[in-house]
């Protein structure tokens, strides 16, 4: 016969007490691994495709953003094994969180809570008025935990991927940004958001991938990339048509578009792109429903 939960004895068992520190260039190899397997794991188990194709790039992201100023890293060590990692974008006004990600055989044992509250900490005492990530809305466990650190969950989107569109929108002509456009970007997204991202689009002009796109004289909309890191703005979906079709491809599981917009999506999906996974964008602290058409990133 079954014992009651009452009844059940203390065996005076309790988890392995974990040690959060900060993420060390060291750490790159066994933070991305983890990441790798977390992400193929609760994929695998939801019939979504991983995140990753196998290690190597997700070790290549981990070294990229311990490695990077703007960047905080926190790693959980048991026993001085690191068993998960997480990641706070705050180059920007408005920081972002993520890739969180702990070793499958250690989840639902609290870990996720303690990387994440290390790093909304942080966020806390470099005064950030609003942090935000993107979660797989798939994966209910991750969505109650966000819920309960006070995310709100603001916009559904839909992963987009397949082949390069091509093209053109007539009168809206694609370039690539310079710094001398890094002004004008950054007033059309603070139009659009109600703050800019002029760190990261900064870094996207200098390593090349940044495009802007002009109508009527004027720069209409940018994009730091079409793709699972890059994020765009417009004043309309057919700046945003414009971007798209004129990106050579859409890097990592594909681009993030806002589902409500049914337009931009059903424009879409009319040129081949396939929906490959739903997500959900949260925010905590300042947020401001957008003005304008855009496309976030894995960030937010």
């Known amino acids: ?58 070790i290549g992201l981990a070294s990229e953003m311990l490695a990077r100023d703007d960047v905080f890293g926190v790693v959980a060590e048991i026993d001085g094994e690191i068993v998960g990692s997480n990641f706070l974008w705050e180059g920007d006004a408005i920081s972002g969180i993520g890739p969180i990600t702990v070793d499958p055989k250690r989840q639902n044992g609290a870990l996720g809570r303690q990387l994440m509250e290390a790093v909304l900490r942080r966020a806390r005492e470099h005064n950030h008025p609003g ?21 709100e969950a603001r916009e559904p989107l839909s992963t987009l991927q397949g082949p390069a569109i091509g093209g053109e929108i007539p009168g809206h002509a694609v370039r690539h940004a310079t710094p001398a456009d890094l002004d004008a970007c950054n007033r059309l997204c603070l139009s659009v958001h109600g703050c800019h991202r002029g760190a990261e689009l900064a870094r996207a002009i200098a390593q090349g991938t940044a495009q802007l796109v002009e109508h009527q004289g004027r720069i209409t909309g940018y994009a730091t990339m079409i793709g699972f890191f890059g994020h765009a703005v417009g004043e309309s979906n057919e700046d945003l048509k414009a971007l798209i079709a004129a990106a050579p491809g859409f890097p990592g599981p594909g681009f993030l578009l806002p589902t409500r917009n049914t337009s931009l999506l059903r424009w879409c999906l009319a040129r081949e792109l396939r929906i490959v996974q739903p997500m959900t964008l949260m925010s905590l602290g300042l947020y401001n429903e957008p003005a304008g058409a855009f496309l976030p990133s894995i960030l937010y």
Not at 29 to 48: D, K, L, M, Q, V
Not at 135 to 148: C, K, M
């Open 131 to 151: 942090t935000r990530l993107v979660q797989a809305a798939y994966h209910n466990r991750s969505l109650a935990l966000y819920a309960r650190l006070g995310f």
């Open 1 to 58: 016969m079954s014992q009651t939960l009452e009844s059940t004895p203390d065996l005076g068992w309790k988890p392995p007490q974990a040690t959060i520190r900060v993420g060390r260039a060291t750490d790159a190899t066994a933070c991305g691994r983890i990441c790798y397997e977390a992400f193929r794991h609760i994929a695998g188990a939801h019939n979504f495709p991983p995140d990753f194709p196998d290690p190597e790039p997700a």
